[in-house]
Each structure stands twice: as structure tokens, then as C-alpha cells.
């Protein structure tokens, strides 16, 4: 005996077992969960699989290197400076040509500064004064540039004066040229080279264009017309980004340079080009003196032949350009494919769990639906004998109509399988359809 | 007749299946249902909806522009450099007011180092000699400064010295003050100016405050009172980032200064503020020398009258502040509100199938309730018959009292539809429950 | 009345309602099935548990700092310089050793550059000129270095000469060493501190080894054999990294230094480790001139006794490191764990749906099985009495041999529930199992 019900049992492991369902004949649900379904299988396809391309692999740890290397010189004529000219390693800060790079456009030059005493700047509040015991001395002047000496320094004939400072003296001049000393950067040129790696499709490629014609890339200028040509006008950089490059070399700014990589490897490698986008980062909006445009101090070292050193600051106003690389690639892959496709007829489920509860809860005849749903387990009709006694039929769901009491046998046959056989006869039902 | 066949065939493409559901009445496992049902609901509404914000879309790609300003003055009195200031051009490196910067706070100066012939400094075990051939002309000394000459440099009187070397002369002494040098530094502070945007829903937002009162931002400093204000003073950030500054300030070290925007679109503007945190990054907790804090070495170049090169070597000791900004901001939208209900309502398909499991393999009667689950298909009841002439009806599962050969019609029937009927009333099934 | 109702409903509240099914005898769709359930079973465990660790909640924002120290010295003997010892200072830009540092391994100086006339370089197009005319004043020269004053510079006796330009003066030349001036930088260490922090699960570490040893960590080089030593040597870098030292030295080059942490912090902290990896991250193979290398120029200011500026200027070659670093931790959480193993469950559901399709369209008693499966509702009798006027009942699915109009009530009954019962006893279906 034993072998045969072991035989039995592995075979039934290879019964299939399906849900049973039941055809409900209403055409309003029907046509919702096809609706519903049909929902379901254009966001699939559409948005899954067209839009996000869910049956690839995808590799976002974009490995990129990116070199930038300005060009173009300007010519200044000033009275401090007399005529100069500027070229890349004057301007450029820092040197290196990463992807963070600044462009000098304006600048207060305040020269020969040396380890002295001298009177603080009137433009700062701290610093003024009436009488000595108003600069306490070794005391730091609040925003200041120094320390001051305790002594309140008064022009001839005033009544207010400055503390007296021990600093880089003299003290930079708060005066700012109306018009930008380096406003022909607008010229200048980047070239921005690019080169990425997405590590788990083990593919390379750069934004430089794979041509034998070197003279293009010498002569070639980024635009509508040139979209893999590496070599950007400045000025065009800054319109691109919304802004004005003569009123953003005036106070400074900093433009976003987006790179984008969005590579179907499914497709030939030459389809995979990066595409650019400009922003300016700095909010322009914020006209509040204190948060607007872009600035730093920085000084060149000197030292006399008596071995004292002294130094040249300068406040260099310009635009910094952040080159930002982000990409995606993505390859066919199986695994994601099924795992899409899957989560997509899980998601039929939930269709169908919403359709149920408008079928059994929200039409006319959900109370008939609901009893032709669910199938009374074994204590059903016990219960509805009991509660039978109790209740006249009508309160009893799914037996309305029913003679209840007629064939005690049959009858409880048919409430456990389909307690609303009867019902379906009953002239009310019949037309409510 | 081929009309009327489409006709109904197209009809019932809209009728509507629904899957058909046995009740069992074993309140232990409805209970547990409900329970996991209720879990369920718990973890969508309150994690995915409320905590997680699933009804969102979002955007993480922020794009994040820093700029940091850096005020203070510090006034320090050696007997090597004598009186001094430091102002901001000397001790921010470097000095473009990006999202990291270094402060100094302590430096070894080695001035007037010119390329020459000297002694290597005792500390370095590859220098040592006692004799000239133990410098190898030519050969670099191991973490040294500079190239061995061949010569062995003595003290008068002692039998052991170093090699005489050509390197930038003289080469440092490797004695750090006991006390940082700019210890005011603790007194600086640094102005940050974060503005970012969230492409996905083109919003801008800077950290300053948009205020008329622009006194406000120049006097105003950050402190759980004033969240808003972005000037920070750099004694404060060590304190909060777990540090002490003059400890930091005398071995360097590193801090990281997190800008966490997370905004909550559907509400206003002015509801999204940045959140600023502090850390020490450098393991503090690692006290080998080697690895312990944070300095660099560079050096001033000068030329003298005769056109020689010298240098002012420092080795810089300091604490390098790195900005770090990150977000996201989230807005309702209908397709991730969808897929994350939906994604619910199929997790419920899983619970359903955990109560199944237990329903028919754990509990008492389920012998009872795998037969009621699972109808029988078409030859079911022959195999049933089939084994029925070698095993006595109980062991075939659903079978066990049924008065199996009575009424055969009715009775594969019964089988087929609900073959645990008559076990149904068996006295013993209905004491279970 | 009420309060007995209130408590029926409130008990129905929890029966368990579990989806009938029918069990279709049916070996290859069973088989099937087993095979979708096996392999989702195996995707779970084997890929979501075991490769993907799905039970863990995972931390991917990591707070990382890098900290870069590089030691070596080079001696270079060359007409233009003489003998010259370079040092860490000399060749490293820039020099906070932050995450990004360039090693300068050859130069091209153009010493003692003035503001003043000289005539441009030859080998830029722009510049070429046969008479004045050709050099408009005031125009910059296109690539070049300074801007045109109008004269046309020829040599005696060559009709062909160069504008004569505004610049700095004299202008560099174009010539690069046949040989790395700094080719020993090959033997140069760099020493990298990275110290991380994930913050959700509040541990940090280095990937300095903790040891009382601290000899080793001045002695120890990086490499297979010693994979927590944090010093590397940079031509074991290159060259782990596919390139050849001495030929990047010349042209220049980017190397990327990753460091990957993953971290199962189920396991002993001492198991997570940092994992290195290299690669040269400027796309060698692009072997045109205008995009190969990587250099850069930069200055040396000086100010003579009149107090006039000249320079230094210096074309770098070199190699730039930039040390990335990613990674993400990984411990136990209940959620992550619970949220796999349904949607695992939920993929049950559609591989279930899956064979459905199979049993219900593609095999050969699908008709069959569908009938078997779909119980009709309450009108199915009612059109089906009306198709019956018009259609043999062969043509009415699920009906083929049904003696339809014998017992007009039982068979009304059957046809609801297991329309299909007869259909089973006919031959020509047993004959098709």
C-alpha cells in the first residue's frame, strides 16, 4: 500500500492547481478590469518598457574624467596697471583644468601691501571712531583687516576718524570698476574634454569626435549645428545659462556646464553622444547685496632685497564654470526583463482585487455577486439554520427568496456551492440585469 | 450562425472573471489574515505613504552650487616672524571660496631655502651614516628631502652624523609649536552661499535668508536661534562636529559640513530649508602618528637680484572644512501613488498565501480544508476510484467517512465540487470547531 | 434581531476567505508550474538573499574623506636649469593633498617673461604675415598669446615672417622633451588616508590598519601580498592601471584610484575592508594631438628692484590622480526582508498567470480546462438556453456532449458550477489525457 500512496502523492505535486473563477456577467466591471488591464499594459509597455527601458541592465557608476583648457588673451589699459596683457595663467585659477575652473573678469588690485600700521577702511562700522578709547587695542576689527593699535586716526579738521590698524597696509580701496576690466572673456574658448567609462558594460568614450580632420577640432565651435564640436565660446556658455556675460563678469556668477550621457548600448556605440546643458547656479535673484554674484581675495608673495615681504592682493571677481558629468547605459538583460514583466501581472492582481470590491461592495447586485463569490464553508448552513429560526429569510444574504426550508438536503447542497442559484431565478434579479 | 457566435464571443470579452473564494469559517486563521491584512495596510499608509512619502515623485539630482567666504584676522607674535597678521589671503587655501576649503591655524616655516648642499635632518633613518660610503652618491634618501652627494656630515666628536645632501637648503626641523599659532582662528567665521535647483521641477532655493533687513545677515551668526543665518563660526562647527578646535587647530584635521535640502513641494516655497549637520571625518580614534590629523607642505617662490631662485617652505597644519550638499524634493503625482498602492495590494496576495499555507498544512482540521480548497479536476474521482479498490476510504485524503460507492452519481458529483461535504457533518469535524 | 445580525456580521468578519481552486490533472502545465516555482524560488533566494542581500537595509550615503601625502625627491640636470633637486612642493598641484592631486613629471619653462613686444610664435597659423597689413592692431592672435600691434616681424631675408605681438615676452616654445624630465617620479609613494563614515549605522573606518606596528606603515608598499597598506607606489599605479609610466610621464595623463567599501555589517567590523582598484581614465586610444595627454600652464610671479612684474611660466606635464571613493554598508532589517520574500510571493502570482494561459489557450484540452475553470454566473444558463434555439450544442463551449434538456433543473445546476462534468465522462476526453 505504501509505495502506491507515495506514488499517489508525488504525482499530485504535478496537479497543477489553478484559481477557480466565476463569470460574472456584468458588462460594467467587465468593461472596468479591461479598462483596468489595458491600463496596466500601456504603462507597462509604454512607460516600463519603451519609456524607462525595463528590460535593460543598467550601469549608473559613470566613471569620467574631465580636463578643461581655456584660450584667448585680453588687453587691458588702466591707470594702475598701464597696458597689460592677460593671458591663460594670469586668469585661470586654479591652473590645473579640472572640471571646476574660474575665469578672472574684474578685479580690485590693491599693490605693494606690507606688515604695517594704517587706518582702517571708513566703509567698515566697527572700525570708526571718536576718540583712543574707542579702538581697544589687540583687539580684531569686526570684518575688518586688522588688529587694532588703540589710536583713532581723524583726518585734519574732522570730528570722526578710523582705529589704526596693524595689517597688510594700505587697506584694499572698496571700489568696485563699473565696467568689468576682462570683458573681452567673452571670447575666450574652453575646450572641455571628456572622457567616461561605464565600468560594468566595460565601454569608453569621450566627446572629443572621432575624426581623422584635426583642423575641425582646431576650428570647430560648439553649437545647434556642431553638437560634438568640444570647444565652447564663453559668452555663448553664459546665454545659453540665461544670464548677461558683461553684467556676470561685472559681479561675478557661476554657470552649471551639464554633461549628460544616456547610452543604449543596444544600439551602436556611435549613438552614444553626450548632450550639453547650461544653468546658472547662482541664485541671480537674490539681489541682496550680501548673497550676490562671486568673489574671492587672493595675493601674490613678493620679497624686497632687505628680506621683508609684501604682497600684491587682489579681489578677483569672475565666473566659476562647474563641469558636471552624469549618464546612465543600459544593455539588455533578461533578469530585468522578467522581473518587469512579472511585477506588471502583479500589478493585474491588484487590478483585479479593485474591480472585486466595486463587483461585491459598490454595483446594484454586489449582495449577489458576493454570495456567488464566496462559497459558504462547511458550518454555513449550520449557522444559517441557527440563525435561520431567528431571522425571517430576507435578512440572510444571498437567500432573499430562497425556500429555505423545502429540500433540506439539496437545498444545503446549493447554499454551500452557490447559494444564490435561486436567487438568479427570482424575476427580480433577472431584471435588474 | 457565424455572426451570432463573434457576437457572443465579443460579449464575453466583457464579462468579468472573478476568482472564486471558499469561506472557512476557522477564526484563527481570519483572525491572523485580518491581522497581517491590517500589517499590511500599516506599512503602506505609514511607511510608504507618510514616513516614505510613496505618493511622490521625486527628484534627487540636485544641482548644488557653493560658495564660502571666509572673514577674520589673526595676529600672532614668533620670535621668527615677529609681529604679524594673517589676514584671509594667508591662511585660506586654496583661495577660490569653494565647497572645501582649509583653514590654517599652525605652520612650520622654513625660510630662505635655496638649492644647495646641507645635512639631512637626524630624524630620518635612511640618512644616518658612519661613514661616506654609507651614502651612495646619487641615491635618494628613503622619505627624505633630497639626493645623497656622498659624503658623510659629522658633529665634531661624534662617530655617527647624516649625509650630506643636495636638497632645497636648509631642510625643515621637525618640531611642531606646542601651541597652534592661530588658535584666534576658533574666532573666524565663514559665510556659505548654497544655492540649488531641482531640474525635474525647475525649483530654486538658496540658504540665505530672503530678508529686507540686511543688517541682519552681516551681524547674524548660526545657532539653533537663528537656523537660517549661513554664517558660521568656525569654533562652533568643531564644537558640534564633536571636537575641540584648539586640538584640531594644532594637528589638523578634517570636518564635513552637510547641506540637506528635503522639500516637500506640495507645501510652500518657504517650507523647504536646508538642514545643516557637522562631523569630524578624519578618524579622530586612530592615534598612530602616521595617520593622525591633517597638514601639507608648500612653499613661496622668490628670486633674488641675481636672478637665483629661493623659497619659503611651510608646512601647513589646519582644518579643511568640505561642504557636502544633498536632497531631494518630492510632488504629488498619480503614477507613483498607483504602483505604490498597487504594490500594496499585491503584497496582500502574499499574506493571503502565508494564511494558506497555514490553513491547509498547519491547523488541526487542514485535511479538511485542502479539500474544500482544491476541487478536483476531471479524473480526479477516477483515480479515486481506481485507488479506492486498493485503500480502504480513509486514506484517500477528503475521504475519510464519505459513503464513497452509495450514490454514484451523485456522489462524484459531490467529489468533484466539494469533496469533504459529508465530513462536513461528521460529529468529530464539528467538535473541532 | 439587531444585536444577533451586528454579531453575525461582526464574526463573518473573521472567516477566512481563501480563492477556490481546481486542480487540473494536466502533468505539463504541473510540471511547468513547478519549474516557474523553482525558479522564482531560486531568483529569491539565490540572487535577492544570497548575491543581493535582500534581508538588509543598505546605506549607500557615505560620508568619506581623503587625505593624500606624497614623498619623493628627483634630480634633474638640464642646460636650462642646471642641477635641481625637485621636492614635494616643486611637483605636486596643488598642494593640500586633497582627493585630486597632479604629479608634475615634465615641464617646459619659459623663464623671465615681461610684459612687452616680441614677435609670435611661429607655428600658429594666425600669426603668419608677408606684410603689415596682415597684422591688424589691436587684433588677438587666434590661439595664440598676445594681440597683434600691427607690425610684421621678418627674418633677414626670409619673406614670410610672424606679427609682432603684445605679450609676454618671449613667448614659450614649442618644444616638448624627448624624455620625462621627472621620469623618476616612477619611484614617488603616495600615502592615502580615507577615512569613512555611514552614517545610518553610525560606523566609521580607515583604511589605515590598526596596528601597534607603526614601522610597517612607514615601510609597507601596497600589493597583493599587502592589501591594507595605504601607500602605493605611482608606477605600480600606472601600471596596474594599463599604462606605461615613462610614456604618460611625457604626455601627461588621468589615473582613477577607486576605493570600494562594501560593507556587511552582520559580520565583524575587522571584514570590511576597502578594495582598490585602477584605471586611466583619459581615453588613450584617441591618438589625435589635439585631445592625447593631459598639461596645463602656470606662473611664477616675481617683481625685479623697480618693481616690475615678470614671470615664470611653466607648461606641466603630468599625471592626475583622482581617488574615488564609493561604497555602501548592509545590515540585517526586518523590513527589507519581509518586502522580498512578497514580492517574491507576488511573482508566484504571475507565474501562476503565466500558466494559466498555458492551460486555458495553448494545450490541447484548453477548452476544456477553461470551462473547468470559469464558472458561469447567473446569466450564462439563461444565454445559453437562447444560443441553444440557434447553436448545435457543439458549438457551445464547455457543452459539446452534454445532454442539455434532460433534467432542465440539474443540469442548469451543473452547468454553474462545473459546466464541464459530463464533458469529463465523455470518452474523447479521457482518451486525451
Same mark, same amino acid.
Given at each position: 500500500?505504501?509505495?502506491?500512496?507515495?506514488?499517489?502523492?508525488?504525482?499530485?505535486?504535478?496537479?497543477?492547481?489553478?484559481?477557480?473563477?466565476?463569470?460574472?456577467?456584468?458588462?460594467?466591471?467587465?468593461?472596468?478590469?479591461?479598462?483596468?488591464?489595458?491600463?496596466?499594459?500601456?504603462?507597462?509597455?509604454?512607460?516600463?518598457?519603451?519609456?524607462?527601458?525595463?528590460?535593460?541592465?543598467?550601469?549608473?557608476?559613470?566613471?569620467?574624467?574631465?580636463?578643461?583648457?581655456?584660450?584667448?588673451?585680453?588687453?587691458?589699459?588702466?591707470?594702475?596697471?598701464?597696458?597689460?596683457?592677460?593671458?591663460?595663467?594670469?586668469?585661470?585659477?586654479?591652473?590645473?583644468?579640472?572640471?571646476?575652473?574660474?575665469?578672472?573678469?574684474?578685479?580690485?588690485?590693491?599693490?605693494?601691501?606690507?606688515?604695517? *600700521? %594704517?587706518?582702517?577702511? #571708513?566703509?567698515? +562700522?566697527?572700525?570708526?571712531?571718536?576718540?583712543?578709547?574707542?579702538? $581697544?587695542? &589687540?583687539? =580684531?576689527?569686526?570684518?575688518?583687516?586688522?588688529?587694532?593699535?588703540?589710536?583713532?586716526?581723524?583726518?585734519?579738521?574732522?570730528?570722526?576718524? *578710523? %582705529?589704526?590698524?596693524? #595689517?597688510?597696509? +594700505?587697506?584694499?580701496?572698496?571700489?568696485?570698476?563699473?565696467?568689468? $576690466?576682462? &570683458?573681452? =572673456?567673452?571670447?575666450?574658448?574652453?575646450?572641455?574634454?571628456?572622457?567616461?567609462?561605464?565600468?560594468?558594460?566595460?565601454?569608453?568614450?569621450?566627446?572629443?569626435?572621432?575624426?581623422?580632420?584635426?583642423?575641425?577640432?582646431?576650428?570647430?565651435?560648439?553649437?545647434?549645428?556642431?553638437?560634438?564640436?568640444?570647444?565652447?565660446?564663453?559668452?555663448?556658455?553664459?546665454?545659453?545659462?540665461?544670464?548677461?556675460?558683461?553684467?556676470?563678469?561685472?559681479?561675478?556668477?557661476?554657470?552649471?556646464?551639464?554633461?549628460?550621457?544616456?547610452?543604449?548600448?543596444?544600439?551602436?556605440?556611435?549613438?552614444?553622444?553626450?548632450?550639453?546643458?547650461?544653468?546658472?547656479?547662482?541664485?541671480?535673484?537674490?539681489?541682496?547685496?550680501?548673497?550676490?554674484?562671486?568673489?574671492?581675495?587672493?595675493?601674490?608673495?613678493?620679497?624686497?632685497?632687505?628680506?621683508?615681504?609684501?604682497?600684491?592682493?587682489?579681489?578677483?571677481?569672475?565666473?566659476?564654470?562647474?563641469?558636471?558629468?552624469?549618464?546612465?547605459?543600459?544593455?539588455?538583460?533578461?533578469?530585468?526583463?522578467?522581473?518587469?514583466?512579472?511585477?506588471?501581472?502583479?500589478?493585474?492582481?491588484?487590478?483585479?482585487?479593485?474591480?472585486?470590491?466595486?463587483?461585491?461592495?459598490?454595483?446594484?447586485?454586489?449582495?449577489?455577486?458576493?454570495?456567488?463569490?464566496?462559497?459558504?464553508?462547511?458550518?454555513?448552513?449550520?449557522?444559517?439554520?441557527?440563525?435561520?429560526?431567528?431571522?425571517?429569510?430576507?435578512?440572510?444574504?444571498?437567500?432573499?427568496?430562497?425556500?429555505?426550508?423545502?429540500?433540506?438536503?439539496?437545498?444545503?447542497?446549493?447554499?454551500?456551492?452557490?447559494?444564490?442559484?435561486?436567487?438568479?431565478?427570482?424575476?427580480?434579479?433577472?431584471?435588474?440585469?
Amino acid at each position: 500500500m505504501g509505495q502506491v500512496a507515495w506514488k499517489a502523492l508525488f504525482l499530485s505535486l504535478f496537479d497543477y492547481k489553478t484559481e477557480k473563477y466565476v463569470i460574472a456577467k456584468n458588462k460594467k466591471v467587465g468593461v472596468l478590469y479591461r479598462v483596468v488591464q489595458l491600463s496596466i499594459l500601456a504603462y507597462l509597455v509604454g512607460w516600463v518598457f519603451v519609456v524607462k527601458k525595463g528590460y535593460q541592465d543598467t550601469d549608473t557608476s559613470l566613471q569620467s574624467s574631465v580636463i578643461t583648457k581655456l584660450k584667448g588673451v585680453a588687453f587691458t589699459n588702466t591707470s594702475e596697471l598701464g597696458e597689460r596683457i592677460w593671458d591663460v595663467a594670469d586668469y585661470v585659477i586654479p591652473p590645473q583644468g579640472e572640471s571646476v575652473f574660474f575665469v578672472m573678469t574684474n578685479l580690485i588690485v590693491t599693490p605693494n601691501q606690507r606688515q604695517a *600700521t %594704517c587706518a582702517e577702511s #571708513a566703509s567698515i +562700522p566697527d572700525a570708526l571712531c571718536d576718540r583712543d578709547t574707542d579702538c $581697544l587695542e &589687540g583687539e =580684531a576689527v569686526v570684518a575688518g583687516n586688522g588688529v587694532k593699535t588703540g589710536r583713532c586716526l581723524k583726518d585734519r579738521g574732522s570730528t570722526r576718524g *578710523t %582705529c589704526e590698524i596693524l #595689517a597688510w597696509c +594700505p587697506v584694499e580701496k572698496r571700489s568696485k570698476p563699473k565696467k568689468p $576690466l576682462l &570683458g573681452s =572673456a567673452e571670447n575666450f574658448t574652453v575646450y572641455i574634454k571628456n572622457s567616461i567609462r561605464f565600468p560594468k558594460f566595460k565601454f569608453s568614450k569621450m566627446n572629443v569626435l572621432a575624426t581623422d580632420n584635426e583642423s575641425y577640432l582646431k576650428s570647430c565651435r560648439y553649437s545647434q549645428e556642431h553638437p560634438y564640436c568640444p570647444i565652447f565660446v564663453l559668452g555663448n556658455i553664459v546665454r545659453w545659462a540665461g544670464g548677461d556675460f558683461q553684467e556676470m563678469a561685472l559681479q561675478g556668477g557661476v554657470i552649471g556646464i551639464q554633461i549628460e550621457w544616456n547610452c543604449d548600448l543596444d544600439k551602436a556605440p556611435s549613438e552614444c553622444n553626450p548632450h550639453y546643458s547650461f544653468s546658472r547656479l547662482d541664485n541671480k535673484s537674490a539681489e541682496t547685496s550680501i548673497s550676490s554674484g562671486y568673489n574671492f581675495r587672493f595675493a601674490k608673495y613678493y620679497r624686497d632685497a632687505e628680506g621683508v615681504d609684501y604682497r600684491t592682493l587682489i579681489k578677483a571677481y569672475g565666473i566659476r564654470f562647474d563641469v558636471m558629468v552624469n549618464g546612465k547605459a543600459g544593455k539588455f538583460n533578461i533578469i530585468p526583463t522578467i522581473i518587469n514583466i512579472s511585477s506588471g501581472l502583479a500589478l493585474m492582481g491588484a487590478g483585479a482585487f479593485f474591480c472585486d470590491l466595486v463587483l461585491i461592495y459598490l454595483i446594484k447586485k454586489s449582495n449577489f455577486y458576493r454570495g456567488k463569490k464566496y462559497e459558504e464553508g462547511p458550518l454555513g448552513k449550520v449557522r444559517q439554520a441557527l440563525l435561520g429560526t431567528f431571522l425571517p429569510p430576507e435578512t440572510i444574504p444571498g437567500c432573499s427568496s430562497r425556500p429555505c426550508a423545502c429540500f433540506p438536503r439539496s437545498n444545503s447542497r446549493k447554499s454551500l456551492s452557490s447559494p444564490t442559484l435561486n436567487g438568479n431565478q427570482s424575476p427580480e434579479q433577472l431584471d435588474g440585469l
